[in-house]
């Protein structure tokens, strides 16, 4: 599949009988008809939650592969606000074991000082982007 536009947002989901801030999550091929209008086709789209928690501030990428990685700000009964990310396979489908805390992954805080890291955007900055080959996500992270 070669998606050429995709996006997340924040939106309210019920998840284990709770409403709970979720992600909501498409991925769009766009075209110009023979008329010159554009128009798009959702070949994938779904939501993420996680029961007892929230998850905001997403960002998504899918790799020419189909496979995708939704990147996000984690908080609630179980998590003090933290960076996490979630994969989605070929097919579209969220793999929940793939649901990570950034801090935990091995690759993971290998930064440099934070440029724009204010206690008024902490846990907000959040970008996803592919090469062609990989994914790669980048998420501020406070200890």
């Not at 996490?84 to 992954?105: F, K």
């Not at 091995?106 to 204010?118: F, R, S």
């Not at 008024?120 to 790669?136: C, E, S």
Request: one cysteine or more.
């Amino acid at each position: 599949m070669s998606t050429a536009c995709c996006g997340a947002a924040s939106t309210a989901v019920w998840v284990g009988g709770e409403l709970k801030a979720g992600i909501a999550w498409f991925a769009v091929s766009p075209k110009i008809n023979g008329a010159g209008k554009v128009e798009g086709q959702v070949k994938k789209q779904g939501y993420i939650a996680l029961a007892n928690n929230n998850l905001t501030y997403p960002a998504l990428a899918i790799a020419p592969n189909g496979k995708g990685v939704i990147a996000f700000t984690i908080v609630g009964e179980e998590y003090y606000p933290s960076a996490g990310y979630v994969t989605i396979d070929e097919s579209g489908r969220p793999d929940s074991r793939s649901l990570r805390l950034a801090q935990d992954h091995p690759m993971a805080l290998q930064a440099t000082k934070p440029l724009w890291a204010t206690p008024k955007h902490a846990g907000r900055l959040r970008r996803a982007v592919t090469d062609g080959n990989a994914i790669w996500i980048a998420s501020e992270y406070i200890a």
